[in-house]
């Protein structure tokens, strides 16, 4: 791996594990093993740096994302699949917790990735409720905007939940909750 990629790697997973405001220059450079210099030979400095690993991580949640969505199944199953889906709860949200970040909410750059991020899940998420009232499998009284918001809100609610009691019991209450209201009446 060339540092330049070691430097994108290991700020996102220290913007994972501390968001910006705790994730310095220097634990970046210690981490990737990487010298001084070499952050300002490939970027601009730590907002350039921590762009581009928001935009990376936001691409890769993206594409996970589209793999479950978009696969095979009904507009249920493809929800309940995305729900459910293996992942570190205890973690949060990579794109999630970057919300809480004071320095990320502030700027405009940062914010855009995580904010785009949200909005394409929201849209997807839609689509296929949408689908799934035009094929009967959800109630035709559902708002299919609203209830992607809500399943957005019971995954970034849920990791929250977890990481507070210190277990994934209480996110995946809120996917079976949440997926009980959508389930078919059949």
Request: charged share 25%; proline share 5%; hydrophobic share 40%.
């Amino acid at each position: 791996m060339s540092t330049q990629e070691r430097l994108i790697e290991t700020t996102r997973e220290l913007l994972w594990e501390r968001g910006y405001v705790g994730t310095s220059p220097k634990a970046i450079l210690e981490r990737a093993g990487a010298g001084q210099g070499s952050m300002y030979h490939h970027f601009k400095g730590k907002p350039d740096l921590a762009l581009t690993a928001i935009r990376r991580t936001a691409e890769e949640i993206r594409a996970t994302a589209q793999g479950v969505l978009a696969g095979p199944g009904t507009p249920y199953e493809r929800i309940e699949g995305y729900l459910q889906r293996e992942r570190d709860v205890l973690r949060g949200c990579p794109i999630g917790r970057l919300t809480m970040d004071p320095d990320v909410i502030a700027s405009d750059d940062l914010r855009a990735p995580v904010d785009e991020t949200l909005d394409w899940l929201r849209e997807q998420l839609a689509v296929i409720v949408e689908e799934g009232k035009e094929q009967g499998g959800f109630a035709q009284s559902l708002d299919a905007e609203e209830i992607a918001a809500t399943i957005l809100a019971t995954l970034q609610g849920g990791y929250v939940l977890a990481r507070a009691s210190g277990s994934p019991a209480a996110f995946d209450a809120g996917v079976r909750g949440l997926l009980s209201l959508l389930r078919p009446a059949h």
